[in-house]
Structure formats: C-alpha cells, structure tokens
C-alpha cells in the first residue's frame, strides 16, 4: 500500500475531567473505538470546579468538597504534564489516573497521582503541580474551547467529532457499562450519523444505573 492509500484516521476531541465517572467511561469507548475504526483521539482537559466555580452555593456540600483542592489536583497536574512533556502524554496519565480513581476505587488522592506519574515514566516532581495554578491560564482555556461549543449547560465528557457542516461537539455519549467490540463501533457509527444531521442537537433519558466499570 502506497502513501497515498493509507487511509486518514478521522480527529475525534474529547475534553475531560480525571474526577468524572462518566467522562471515564466515556473516555474507554473511545479507546475501543481506536481498536474498530480508522479513529484518532486527541485528548483535553476540562474541569468541573471551572464549570461549577460560580454557582458553588447550589451545591451539595460533598460536591463543593470535591471541587476543592481534591479536585483540582489531578486535572492541574494532567495539564503540567502535557505543557512540559508533549499532548502525547495526555491520554497516557489519564488512563493510569482514571483506572486508579475509578475502577479501582481510590479517588484522586495525591498518592493516586503519584503513582500515575510513575507507570506513565513522568517525573514525581509533576506532583508539586497539584498545588500550583502556574498553569491555571492553560487548563482554563481549554475547558473554555471544549465548552464553548456545547455551551454552558452542559458538564463533561464533551467531544467533537466530523459533522455535516464541519465539527461538531456534543456532550456524552453518556453510557455504562463502556460498550466494546462490535458495540463499540455500532455506538461510533451512531454517533457520526446524528452529526451528519444539520440541526441535530439532542437525545436525553434519565439515568437509572450509576457508572459500572466492567
């Protein structure tokens, strides 16, 4: 096969807050996505103490608690790491933070960080960042590219993806458990069918089952 017959793999942006569940399970079928499709996924930070930081009264307690210095710290360091080692390592870290916080039930402790700098080869001192807004500027601005263009109303996963009329963004897909294989693809294929709708803006249920890492 000639260079010319290497088929381009289609860009997929996919933002995402390490805390979030349901960004992670989302985040894992994507990657099986990867495996089905001719698909790329570029990886980005949004945070939900970013989204939430003006309405924080509205909360629940526990909630404002993790948006707090709990919170921040893994998606600031996510972001530290991408500015000094390369968009390369992005999806790498998130994998080893998520599969700590989430599946394995640890939350997004500084532990859980360190450890996830240290199976990915980046250094410890990255964990400093936690604590640091040096790079609050940068992690702002891509949460605000990514919410932008689904607006406001919305949290995280977001992605965009090919559309009709250029990309599109939607929030979600919101699913559990992560679908996989031929269900993977079917989801994908779905996906890119509404956004070759014009008009198309969404599909809604209520959530019966919380997220069930499988």
């Not at 103490?49 to 629940?60: G, H, I, R, T």
């Not at 532990?111 to 964990?127: H, K, S, W, Y």
């Not at 990309?167 to 779905?190: E, K, Q």
């Amino acid at each position: 096969m000639t260079d010319t017959q290497v088929r381009e793999k289609t860009p997929v942006d996919f933002w995402f807050d390490p805390l979030c569940p349901w960004a992670w399970m989302t985040s894992r079928w994507m990657v099986e996505v990867e495996k089905v499709r001719d698909v790329e996924v570029r990886w980005h930070v949004m945070s939900l103490a970013v989204l939430n930081e003006n309405k924080l009264d509205e909360l629940p307690e526990t909630y404002r608690e993790l948006l707090g210095p709990k919170g921040w710290a893994p998606v600031r360091v996510v972001t530290a790491a991408q500015q000094k080692h390369g968009e390369e390592v992005t999806g790498k870290l998130y994998t080893a933070l998520g599969t700590r916080i989430h599946n394995d039930e640890k939350g997004p402790t500084r532990e859980v960080i360190a450890e996830a700098l240290a199976e990915v080869g980046l250094p410890a001192e990255l964990l400093a960042y936690a604590d640091s807004d040096e790079y609050d500027e940068v992690l702002r601005a891509s949460h605000n590219d990514g919410i932008d263009r689904v607006g406001q109303e919305v949290g995280t996963p977001v992605i965009s993806v090919p559309g009709a009329e250029g990309d599109v963004a939607f929030f979600g897909p919101v699913v559990t458990p992560t679908p996989r294989g031929d269900a993977a693809a079917r989801l994908w294929d779905g996906t890119l069918l509404v956004a070759s709708t014009p008009g198309f803006y969404e599909i809604k249920r209520t959530r019966t089952k919380g997220p069930s890492f499988e």
